[in-house]
């Protein structure tokens, strides 16, 4: 016989408590991941604004300077986009990359056929 059957009242209530930190605990902790998910966004969005800025001064710079005509600079970009595999406008890195399909060949299908058993005969003892 446990304690809790003679006192269900209370044994209700201290697992009610129980239930209540772990409950605190769990949306303290679901709290703490939103902070860091929510700072990460931001510190990637820095960093995207830092690279578009970079990557279209050095455009406009080439561009301007006639080091490259904006028609070879938009074929250059087609061909490193086209360099992972997928035309999307981007450069996908190689974890996202989808797997080349590799085609199996095919053997012939043989039936199949029991292997004879060999028997040899026994060696003669001197």
Not at 60 to 86: A, C, H, P
């Amino acid at each position: 016989m446990d304690l809790s059957d003679l006192f269900p009242r209370q044994a209700t209530t201290r697992d009610l408590k129980v239930l209540e930190k772990r409950l605190v605990e769990k949306s303290r902790s679901a709290r703490n991941r939103r902070v860091d998910i929510n700072k990460r966004i931001n510190d990637l969005e820095e960093d995207l604004c830092r690279m578009t800025l970079l990557c279209r001064t050095l455009s406009d710079v080439i561009i301007g300077k006639g080091i490259v005509s904006l028609d070879e600079f938009v074929e250059i970009m087609n061909q490193i986009d086209l360099e992972d595999g997928v035309a999307d406008g981007q450069v996908t890195p190689k974890r996202k990359r989808p797997k080349p399909t590799k085609t199996k060949k095919k053997r012939p299908k043989v039936p199949y056929r029991a292997k004879k058993k060999i028997v040899r005969p026994r060696k003669k003892s001197r």
